[in-house]
């Protein structure tokens, strides 16, 4: 198994900074892509920003220029620096992570999956 776990999330004022941090412990696994994503008061999950090992990002279109995502996977760490925050990105903010489990000491076995934070709340006032 394996768990994530973020950190970072305050209450701040429209125009200000906030980072995120998310860190992934367990045993035998790799990490194959860290993303973030968030979830406002009756709005669906969506994706707010994913990256991968070779160091690709994409983002949501709302936080393009706004919101950087970066990885340290050597320590399976991923952060998201919010800057310019607006009362729109107020929501809970989760860590997620694909990642594949070894298992097994003569014969070998994978499986990846999909792995969750618990979430952070971040809130942004006007």
């Known amino acids: 198994q394996v768990q994530l776990v973020e950190s970072g999330g305050a209450l701040v004022q429209t125009g200000e900074s906030l980072r995120l941090s998310c860190s992934a412990s367990?045993?035998?696994?790799?990490?194959?892509?860290m993303a973030w994503y968030r979830q406002a008061p009756g709005k669906q999950r969506e994706l707010v920003a994913a990256?991968?090992?070779?160091?690709?990002?994409n983002y949501v279109d709302s936080v393009k220029g706004r919101f950087t995502i970066s990885g340290d996977f050597a320590r399976n760490s991923v952060y998201l620096q919010m800057n310019s925050l607006k009362p729109e990105d107020t929501a809970v903010y989760y860590c997620?992570?694909?990642?594949?489990?070894?298992?097994?000491?003569?014969?070998?076995?994978?499986?990846?999956?999909?792995?969750w934070g618990q979430g952070t709340q971040v809130t942004v006032s006007s």
């Open positions: 367990g045993r035998r696994f790799s990490i194959k892509r």
């Open positions: 997620n992570a694909a990642v594949t489990v070894y298992s097994g000491s003569y014969y070998i076995t994978e499986k990846t999956s999909e792995y």
């Open positions: 990256v991968s090992p070779t160091g690709g990002a």
